[in-house]
């Protein structure tokens, strides 16, 4: 199933504002997100392990053990810093 | 009536904000409002401007959701959040939070959660630049521990 992932702040500089992705249905978000530190070594960096990444899939915060829905918006980005 | 949320470059005025909350509610008693603005210096340092960046959309999802919990949470009649993005200069506002009450006490406090809940709950991020260049800003804990103290876990900067 596909997903389209976007980033904000310093992973949408390093990484792109979004890229589409395919993945097996019924992955996590975590998943996802091996996938993604799979696919370069830019995303290896921003998206480590141990890095602060928060998420949210179809613009709800979530956890990485959410299952992935097809057709879903999936964000990652470092913690926020509004107000 | 007027929406509870405006995300926006454009800057707003106190007077005219706080006005509209009340309008035409003589169950009002109070107002309490907090304004955020940008300040000159951080970390030592001296900034020359400060950049913010929301995911719209979700941003005011999420803050509408802050103000309808706040509604269960407190005894308000009203609510209204005004939050800029964009680039900001030091000085400029950045964040409006008002609420209206019967009594100042339920006014102050759901003043004070939301402001707690947006730092932590809200997707926006600041960007800082200054004679050292540009640097976004890092989450802090006290901020998750300032929402702890309403019951509510945060991890946000963990």
């Known amino acids: 199933m596909k997903v389209q992932v976007r980033y904000f702040a310093s992973l949408r500089e390093a990484l792109g504002a979004q890229q589409a992705i395919d993945m097996p249905v019924g992955s996590t978000l975590s998943e996802l997100r091996d996938a993604l530190i799979a696919s370069s070594p830019k995303h290896a960096e921003l998206l480590a392990r141990g890095r602060a990444v928060r998420c949210a899939q179809d613009q709800r915060m979530c956890g990485e053990d959410t299952l992935l829905v097809d057709g879903a918006e999936v964000a990652f980005f470092p913690p926020v810093t509004g107000g | ?158």
């Open chain 2, 1 to 158: 009536m007027r929406e509870r949320v405006s995300v926006r470059p454009a800057d707003f005025d106190l007077s005219e904000e706080v006005a509209a909350l009340r309008a035409h509610d003589g169950g009002v008693g109070a107002v309490v409002a907090f304004v955020g603005t940008v300040r000159d210096h951080s970390g030592g340092q001296s900034l020359r401007a400060m950049e913010l960046e929301h995911y719209p959309g979700m941003t005011e999802a999420a803050i509408e959701a802050m103000i309808d919990e706040a509604c269960k949470r407190f005894d308000i009649r009203g609510a209204r959040v005004v939050h800029r993005v964009g680039v900001l200069q030091p000085c400029d506002q950045i964040v409006l939070v008002a609420v209206s009450s019967a009594h100042r006490g339920q006014a102050f406090q759901a003043c004070e959660f939301l402001m707690d809940y947006l730092k932590t709950q809200a997707p926006f991020w600041k960007k800082e630049s200054g004679a050292q260049g540009s640097r976004w800003v890092d989450a802090r804990s006290s901020d998750d521990a300032a929402l702890e103290r309403w019951g509510l876990r945060s991890a946000n900067a963990a």
